[in-house]
């Protein structure tokens, strides 16, 4: 096909085929043939026509290569598309998928009724921190906390006000600490808080009183308005243990001296948990005669 112009040099839109344009042009040879007289001239006039023909084939072939490139264009523009058609929609579904796993891994290290950090994200940065520090064991405290009076609040007020009263403590000891501190709950009514970069006693045993005083301000559940206490087990690395465990099990002890003295909040006792160890273990033993 061949577009044709117009007089005044502004193309047009129309497009007339190859073969209406031969058609057109034997006609004028013929008409102009028809009126010639002399053979020469007509001669001449039947080469230009076969010329003209020549062209008109050429043309007829260049317009079924562009028409044919065309199509293959056209082919493998819809390709382009469905292609970028199919990277959105994978960019979305990995987009999708990513925010589960995120979503997930949120879920798994942190405690669903207060958002805290659960005990699996706590040990995860003390193994962190203990693994950084090298041969040189780090500095860092770690709170075991546990509420005094929770149970009977729990039961008496049902488990919707009992959570209501943690995510309180929880905010409380989320406020109370610095930034970089760490604070966890543990599970049930026990949270922990890791403090790192601090070992001296002085200044936890302040932590500890400042932690007791907010955890212990009245608040209100319902049209009741209650307040628990606190026992607060400190431990220190490295003096109380070097390894999460030990840390663990150090802040754990401490906690339960705390509890048992009512003082509010006590260190770890190497020598009071070695006491306390050797009378559980002949309590067991003194169960074992018994059976």
């Known amino acids: 096909m061949i577009r044709t112009g117009g007089g005044d040099g502004v193309?047009?839109?129309r497009v007339i085929p190859a073969r209406d344009l031969e058609a057109q042009l034997v006609k004028h040879i013929n008409e102009v043939l028809a009126?010639?007289?002399?053979?020469?001239?007509q001669a001449?006039?039947?080469?230009?026509?076969a010329k003209i023909a020549q062209c008109i084939d050429a043309l007829e072939i260049v317009n079924r290569n562009l028409a044919s490139e065309l199509e293959r264009r056209r082919r493998l523009e819809a390709q382009v598309a469905q292609v970028e058609a199919t990277l959105r929609q994978t960019r979305a579904t990995l987009a999708g998928a990513q925010a589960q796993e995120r979503r997930a891994r949120y879920l798994a290290m942190h405690d669903s009724v207060t958002s805290l950090p659960n005990q699996r994200f706590?040990?995860?940065q003390l193994d962190a921190a203990i693994a950084e520090s090298g041969s040189t064991p780090p500095v860092m405290a770690l709170l075991y906390l546990d509420l005094d009076g929770f149970k009977g609040i729990n039961d008496e007020l049902g488990h919707d006000s009992g959570d209501e009263l943690l995510r309180t403590v929880a905010t409380r000891l989320r406020r109370a600490v610095r930034t970089g501190d760490v604070v966890s709950r543990l599970g049930g009514d026990e949270f922990a808080c890791l403090l790192?970069?601090?070992?001296d006693p002085g200044q936890l045993a302040e932590v500890a009183g400042k932690l007791l005083a907010i955890v212990s301000e009245p608040q209100t559940l319902g049209k009741l308005t209650v307040s628990v206490g606190a026992s607060i087990g400190i431990a220190t690395c490295p003096r109380h243990g070097t390894t999460t465990d030990a840390l663990l099990k150090s802040a754990?002890?401490?906690?339960?001296l705390s509890k048992r003295s009512g003082s509010g909040f006590a260190f770890f006792d190497s020598g009071v948990a070695e006491a306390e160890r050797r009378e559980a273990s002949r309590d067991r033993l003194r169960l074992r005669l018994i059976d």
């Open 122 to 124: 706590l040990r995860d």
């Open 35 to 41: 009126a010639t007289v002399e053979p020469v001239a």
């Open 196 to 199: 790192p970069d601090l070992d």
């Open 11 to 13: 193309k047009l839109n």
């Open 44 to 49: 001449k006039m039947r080469r230009l026509q």
């Open 252 to 256: 754990d002890s401490a906690m339960y």
